[in-house]
Nanobody, 122 residues
Framework: QVQLVESGGGLVQAGGSLRLSCAAS????????MGWYRQAPGKQRELVAA???????NYADSVKGRFTISRDNAKNTVILQMNSLEPEDTAVYYC????????????????WGQGTQVTVSS
C-alpha cells in the first residue's frame, strides 16, 4: 500500500500561514492525483485542493487565492501552502492519493493520511 505521512498542522492566528506537507512512500508521479481534504466538526469531509501527475490543479472556491498546492517530485511530497487563514479553515486536514499509474486496476486505489489538525484563532 501507499503510505502518506503528513506534517505541518498547528495553531495559527487569523491572517497567518501554515505549510502542510504530505510525503508518499512511492513516487508521486506514479499517483494519478494527490490532494488535500478537510473535515471540520459536524461537517462533511470536503476537497480543498488537488494536483494530478500532469500538474493540473483544482481548488475549492473557499480557498482559491489563499491556498496553493504544489509538488516536490524529488522528495515524493505534496505541499499545501495556506495563507490568509481564517477561523473557518479550522479542520482536520487529510492527505489523499487516488489512482496508481501503470498498475492493472490501479485507478481504483485510494489512500489517506492520518490527518493533521489545523486551528485558526480569530
Amino acid at each position: 500500500q501507499v503510505q502518506l505521512v503528513e506534517s505541518g498542522g498547528g495553531l495559527v492566528q487569523a491572517g497567518g500561514s501554515l505549510r502542510l506537507s504530505c510525503a508518499a512512500s512511492i513516487s508521486i508521479f506514479s499517483i494519478n492525483t494527490m490532494g488535500w481534504y478537510r473535515q471540520a466538526p459536524g461537517k462533511q469531509r470536503e476537497l480543498v485542493a488537488a494536483i494530478t501527475s500532469g500538474g493540473n490543479t483544482n481548488y475549492a472556491d473557499s480557498v482559491k487565492g489563499r491556498f496553493t498546492i504544489s509538488r516536490d517530485n524529488a522528495k515524493n511530497t505534496v505541499i499545501l501552502q495556506m495563507n490568509s487563514l481564517e477561523p473557518e479553515d479550522t479542520a482536520v486536514y487529510y492527505c489523499n492519493a487516488a489512482g496508481l499509474r501503470a498498475v492493472i486496476g490501479g485507478a481504483g486505489f485510494v489512500f489517506w493520511g492520518q490527518g493533521t489538525q489545523v486551528t485558526v484563532s480569530s
